[in-house]
């Protein structure tokens, strides 16, 4: 059974900082790119980030360009998604999803809340 396992949401005010994780298992974590995607209220789910299988390629959405930071520990079958400077508009749902070939994502979390106050 495949599972991706989302944590480290939760509160927090304009300008601060979170660390998500998601950690993987059911599968070989190794040869999967991951992304982490996220859906506010009343929106679609949109993507965030994304980082090669071996961890040598990052891509992210603009808005989050230069604020938040993918990164993989293949030893642990995880992933981690670093915020920084969070701002009201990062209020969203986070998930996390696993894709074997380009960006057909496969697998996906159930997500963890992030809430950024003013």
């Known amino acids: 059974q495949v599972l991706l396992v989302e944590s480290g949401g939760g509160l927090v005010q304009a300008g601060g900082s979170l660390r998500l994780s998601c950690a993987v298992s059911?599968?070989?974590?190794?040869?999967?790119?991951m992304g982490w995607f996220r859906q506010a209220p009343g929106k679609e789910r949109e993507f965030v980030a994304r980082i090669s299988s071996a961890g040598l390629v990052q891509s992210y959405t603009d808005s989050v360009k230069g604020r938040f930071t993918i990164s993989r520990i293949n030893a642990q079958n995880t992933v981690y998604l670093q915020m920084h400077d969070l701002k009201l508009e990062d209020t969203a749902l986070y998930y996390c999803?696993?894709?074997?070939?380009?960006?057909?994502?496969?697998?996906w979390g159930q997500g963890t809340q992030v809430t950024v106050s003013s």
């Open positions: 059911g599968l070989a974590f190794s040869s999967y790119a």
């Open positions: 999803a696993a894709a074997r070939f380009g960006d057909d994502y496969n697998y």
